[in-house]
């Protein structure tokens, strides 16, 4: 058994000050627990100090304390005695249930009910009276009480800790959900704000370039419409996206968000600012209507692609193609592979991320990079957007 060296807490001190001076006033206005015994006089102040010190070490050292309070106990019953030396018993072994270790709060209620019950049976041999059950009932008020007692309130401490452990882990499970979901809001914004705006500002920057760099009057009144006309749809564009961040709804999409529907006045944009792009739409005209998850991601990924082609591609021929099987759409965009030959925008790559991204949360596959062809090498973008996620079959 290992003596903690830690000092009393202070309710400890304050237990063993008033039981000592309890016990001390009681003894000098001669009332004692018992008479007859073979030790009378002072010799009932040598267990109340023992029982006070011993009070000192309830928190720190339990066990300890109650094994030397049962001795001191022991002690007491050859002297007059003191009611408070019996009260610091009692609180001892109370603590010792409640702060003592696990295995200490099993076997404490044990032992002293087994004591009780010893206590009882042989005085009652020994007395051969029913009274003897009354010394049996003391025994087990200043021992086998104060166990029990300890033990609930250790049970009630360890619920209530219990509780307060889970109701942190689940403040902490809902932070952490707080944070991925300002996380993917953040995520979904930044790709809307790149899909919507990167395209016209490339336009905007190449024709611009151009009109500076080209000393023709006819090619830089060209370039201006198309940067006056591009100005006006981005800024439309912004305005669209203000709006989402001012919706408190809670839509994930709002009801605005573009659809397959508007693909060829996209195209034709394309083709405006520069672009020779073609469109292959093999969709049934009259087969089911696409979820709206997969309209806005195939709408944003060929935008997307066309921007790149836009600000990267060599002069040729763009293709944009959609497939659609039975359980999946497929976006496919081509275009030249090369040095371009004119003014060219910057990129960060963030245009391939959102489109991979978007391609992900839908659960499809997502493929960009170059490849050869019968026309040159291309670059090639190929989206596989399943129209049901359940389905295995759309991931092939």
């Given at each position: 058994m290992v003596l903690s060296l830690a000092r009393p807490h202070r309710v400890d001190v304050g237990i063993a000050s008033v039981s000592l001076l309890s016990g001390v006033a009681l003894w000098a206005l001669g009332l004692h627990a018992q008479t007859d015994r073979p030790l009378g006089g002072t010799w009932a102040l040598i267990p109340l100090c023992v029982l006070a010190c011993l009070s000192l070490l309830r928190r720190s050292a339990p066990q300890f304390a109650l094994c030397g309070a049962t001795l001191a106990l022991v002690a007491d019953q050859f002297t007059d005695g003191n009611l408070a030396?019996?009260?610091?018993?009692?609180?001892?072994?109370?603590?010792?249930?409640?702060?003592?270790?696990?295995?200490?709060?099993?076997?404490?209620?044990?032992?002293?009910?087994?004591?009780?019950?010893?206590?009882?049976?042989?005085?009652?041999?020994?007395?051969?009276?029913p009274q003897a059950i009354l010394i049996g009932v003391l025994a087990g008020v200043i021992s086998f009480g104060p166990a029990t007692t300890g033990v609930l309130v250790r049970n009630h401490r360890e619920a209530a800790e219990a509780a307060k452990l889970r109701a942190e882990q689940t403040a902490l499970l809902a932070e952490m959900d707080r944070v991925q979901a300002v996380g993917a809001e953040r995520a979904r914004m930044a790709r809307e704000l790149h899909d919507m705006v990167a395209n016209h500002l490339s336009a905007i920057a190449i024709h611009s370039t151009a009109a500076l760099s080209l000393d023709d009057p006819k090619t830089s009144k060209d370039a201006l419409a198309v940067i006056r006309e591009n100005s006006v749809e981005g800024l439309a564009e912004?305005?669209?996206?203000?709006?989402?961040?001012?919706?408190?709804?809670?839509?994930?999409e709002p009801t605005a968000a573009p659809t397959l529907d508007?693909?060829?006045?996209?195209?034709?944009?394309?083709?405006?600012?520069?672009?020779?792009?073609?469109?292959?739409?093999?969709?049934?005209?009259?087969?089911?209507?696409?979820?709206?998850?997969?309209?806005?991601?195939?709408?944003?990924?060929v935008q997307e692609s066309l921007t790149n082609a836009l600000k990267h591609a060599s002069p040729g021929r763009v293709t944009v193609a959609l497939t659609q099987r039975p359980r999946a759409l497929t976006v496919r965009v081509t275009s030249p592979y090369g040095d371009p030959s004119g003014p060219r925008a910057p990129g960060s790559g963030a245009g391939l991320v959102g489109m991979r991204e978007r391609t992900e949360l839908l659960g499809g596959t997502f493929e960009s990079g170059p490849e050869s062809s019968p026309d040159g090498k291309v670059w090639t973008v190929v989206s596989t957007l399943p129209v049901d996620p359940a389905d295995e079959g759309a991931k092939e």
């Open positions: 030396s019996i009260m610091m018993f009692t609180d001892i072994v109370y603590a010792a249930v409640v702060y003592g270790t696990p295995a200490a709060a099993r076997r404490i209620p044990v032992t002293t009910g087994l004591i009780t019950v010893a206590i009882t049976v042989g005085f009652l041999a020994w007395f051969q009276k912004m305005r669209r996206l203000i709006g989402i961040l001012r919706d408190h709804t809670g839509d994930l508007g693909l060829a006045a996209l195209v034709e944009g394309a083709r405006t600012n520069g672009l020779d792009v073609t469109l292959d739409d093999t969709r049934p005209t009259d087969g089911p209507k696409l979820p709206a998850p997969v309209g806005l991601a195939a709408y944003r990924i």
